[in-house]
Each structure stands twice: as C-alpha cells, then as structure tokens.
C-alpha cells in the first residue's frame, strides 16, 4: 500500500524538491535571527527534538553565535506558564524566529502557546515586523491556522495531507527546525530512503523493520512481554526513545481491532538511557517482573574518542582503565548488559548504528515507523489516527468554556469525586 491514503508517509523521503526549499529558507534565516522558537506538541515537535539533539552540540545554545551556526533553539510544547515565561525572557524577540506547528490550528497547547508568544512579539516589535517573523507550518488548505497566516501574511510550509502527526518528522514539521539548526535534512531524507529500500525485502531475516514488529507482537502476545524498553547507549539518541514512545503507543495501542473486536492491544514504550539506567531501571529489569523486551542502541563508533588517563598509584584498583577510552567504556557497559539480562533470562535485542549521523537517524526515523505500521499489521489494528485522545481532549475544551461543550461542562463539573478537582475550574 506504499504511497496510498495513510500510507503517505512513506514518499516523504521523495519530496526533495520541498527539502531544498527548506534549506534555502534556513540558510538565509540562520544568518537573520539569535533565536528560534518551536511551538508544537506530540508528533509536531518530537522528531525535531530528536533530530537536533542528535545532530547537533549537546549544548549547542551555550555556543557562540559562529559556532552554533544558526539560532539558539527553543520549544515550546507544554502549556507550562513558568517554561513559557522563562523562554519569552530569555529570547531576544527583536531577532527571534516563532516557527508554529499545528495541522488545524485548533491544538489547545499549541494554540495557547502560540497567542501568548505571539502576542509577546507584537508588543515587542509590532504587528508589521513580527508577520516576518512567524513561520506556520500548517494543513495547505484549511484550519484555523491556515486561515490566520493567509490573513497575516506569514510564511508557510505544509503539514501534508493524509500523514499522522506522529509520522511527519520527515516533512517540514521535523526538516525545518532541523535545517535551522544547521543539520544536513537531505542527509536524513537519503538516509530514509535507504531504509526504505532495504526494508521491501519479503524475506524476514533480511527486512529489519519486519523483524522488529514481528519480535515484538510475538514477545507481547505470546510470552507477556507488554511493555518495550529502547534503551540507547548514547545521550544524543535519548530523544529518538521519546519520539518513538509517542510512535508506538499512539499507534498500537488500540481498543478495537479491524474487525470490530475489542482487543485492547498495545505494548507500553518505556524509555531508558544506557549506562545511566543501568544504575535505576536495570535491577528491575533482570529481577522484578519478566514483563519486557528490551532492545538495546549501540553505536559502531562515536564521534568524539576521549582517553580514560591512568589512574595515580595510589589508585590501582582503576589500572583495568589504562590505555581505555569513554566511548570503549560505554559500549562494553552494553555489552555487559546484554549478557546479564540474557543470563537472567530477559528477552532483549540490540540495533546497531555504524555512527550517529543524518543518515543514520533517517534511517532510525523510517525503520521505527514501518515497525509500527507492521507491528499494526500483525496486532490486526488500525496503526492510524488516536481515537483514544479524544475524549480527554473534549473535557479540555469544555472545562475551558469552548463554544458548544456545554453540556459536557455541566457534566464535569456537578460530579462530587473527592479527587475531581476539575470541579474548580473557571
């Protein structure tokens, strides 16, 4: 079903027309503004997240302004109102750049955040000079937001039809934030591509995103395993387990399976972060509940090589470091863990990257969605759409005071649990 309705997302890596858009875009704004903020939530602001946490500095907004090679970068996701003040006093909104993600307009946090940010820059620099400084990045057509940067005159880049929003980070939601950071996005979009090449192979041992859903479903459905640790050994990769928790419960976990039967599917992501968890989550893991798949991240080589110097005599019970280095010392921690996991009897599974490059977490990007998507497959559920959020997100609007809620807003606020403290809202 490759390109067709929901499937989209997998001719993403083809929009190279699109990506070179976006550089140039970047390339000119890099060198215009101090700052960038990125106003999203889910799927709009993890991949881009993930990506530049991966590809750039780790403390990248510490730098100096020729260093960083771009803007100091921002997000605003959660309605937060002391991180949303503290990003707004932090900026320089005379030379900021507000990049909002939503594909409606009408997502609460997003839209919150955005009216308190916007509203900051038009009193900072008035409503003429702050059109040029807000990107959307918005449905091509319609919505809320659609409408507002239409009347507004802001720039705009599309969140393209019939694509979740967890599946977009290989569209302008994830490229330009990545591209203004300076990350090379036909790098990741090439990277995609390659997966996706390699992963059309009917044959299981050599398609690794098959392989993957398949382990899973069958770890979770016919051994109790329900809940999926991805446990990277690389504090870059950290957040490519967030990205990927939102892809995996929001897609697999699901009431209904495609027949109309309830099933109650899903197997609960778990993020961890190798060597640091090994000192939190791992007791558990080898002896509490036998309840997980564990897969591992490994890096080939790292991009930094940094000597373990000897230790002093009078520390000799360090001497096993000499002639070591950090990224070795990193690696063998993983491999320990493995092994001790295995001897405990704890299913777990290792992916391994030959180095942490723009190829690379395309490569990542594609691999754990057509994971999921296949994972769906064999869950026999509808890997697409979130009925499930919906609900909460209507009591959210209706304690707000949205326009035709209600009835829902009387209903939630007469309720008399001792623990409703919706019953005070405004």
């Keep these: 079903e490759h390109g067709s309705g929901v499937q989209r997302w997998q001719d993403l890596p083809d ?7 976006i550089a140039a875009f970047a390339d000119d704004a890099r060198t215009r503004f101090t700052d960038f903020i990125l106003i999203g939530i889910g799927g709009s602001s993890l991949g881009a997240i993930a990506t530049i946490q991966a590809l750039t500095h780790p403390f990248r907004n ?10 100091r970068f921002f997000v605003l996701d959660n309605p937060d109102p002391e991180k949303v003040a503290a990003t707004l006093d932090t900026v320089n909104l005379d030379t900021t750049l507000i990049n909002v993600v939503s594909k409606s307009g009408q997502t609460a946090e ?9 509203d900051a820059l038009i009193n900072a620099i008035g409503r003429d000079k702050a059109r040029e400084q807000i990107v959307a990045t918005t449905d091509p057509e319609e919505g809320l937001l659609r409408q507002l940067a239409d009347q507004e005159g802001y720039r705009t880049f599309p969140v393209p039809p019939g694509v979740d929003g967890r599946q977009t980070v290989l569209s302008a939601v994830g490229l330009l934030p990545a591209a203004l950071a300076g990350v090379d996005i ?49 504090d870059g990769l950290f957040g490519l387990s967030d990205w990927f928790r939102q892809l995996w419960a929001e897609s697999l ?42 897969q591992l991240i490994a890096v080939g080589a790292y ?3 940094v000597a373990i110097p000897d230790p002093p005599e009078s520390m000799p019970e360090l001497s096993y470091f000499s002639g070591g280095e950090l990224g070795q010392l990193l690696d063998r921690e993983r491999t320990a863990t493995a092994w001790a996991l295995t001897q405990a009897g704890r299913p777990n599974l290792t992916i391994t990257t030959p180095t942490i490059d723009a190829f690379a977490m395309g490569e ?54 001792d623990d409703a403290t919706y019953r005070n809202a405004p």
């Design 186 to 234: 036909l790098g990741l979009l090439s990277g995609a591509a390659a997966m996706r090449e390699r992963a059309t192979s009917a044959d299981l041992r050599d398609n690794p995103a098959y392989l993957l859903a398949a382990l899973s479903v069958l770890a979770d459905t016919r051994h109790g395993k329900s809940m999926l640790v991805t446990m990277p050994y690389a």
């Design 364 to 417: 990542f990007f594609y691999l754990h969605q057509l994971q999921t998507v296949m994972a769906g497959a064999l869950y026999r559920i509808n890997p697409f759409g979130q009925p499930g959020v919906e609900a909460g997100k209507n009591a959210t609007y209706a304690l707000m005071g949205r326009k035709g809620y209600e009835d829902l807003r009387e209903e939630l606020t007469s309720r008399n649990d």
């Design 15 to 21: 929009d190279i027309a699109l990506a070179n858009e």
């Design 253 to 294: 976990g699901k009431r209904l399976s495609m027949d109309g039967e309830i099933v109650h599917a899903g197997q609960t992501p778990i993020k961890a972060l190798g060597a640091i968890d090994q000192h939190s989550q791992i007791q558990l893991y080898t002896e509490g509940p036998n309840d997980k798949l564990i």
């Design 62 to 71: 510490l730098l100096s302004p020729e260093r960083r090679n771009g803007p």
């Design 110 to 118: 997003t839209a919150a955040n955005f009216l308190v940010a916007r």
């Design 303 to 305: 991009r930094e090589s």
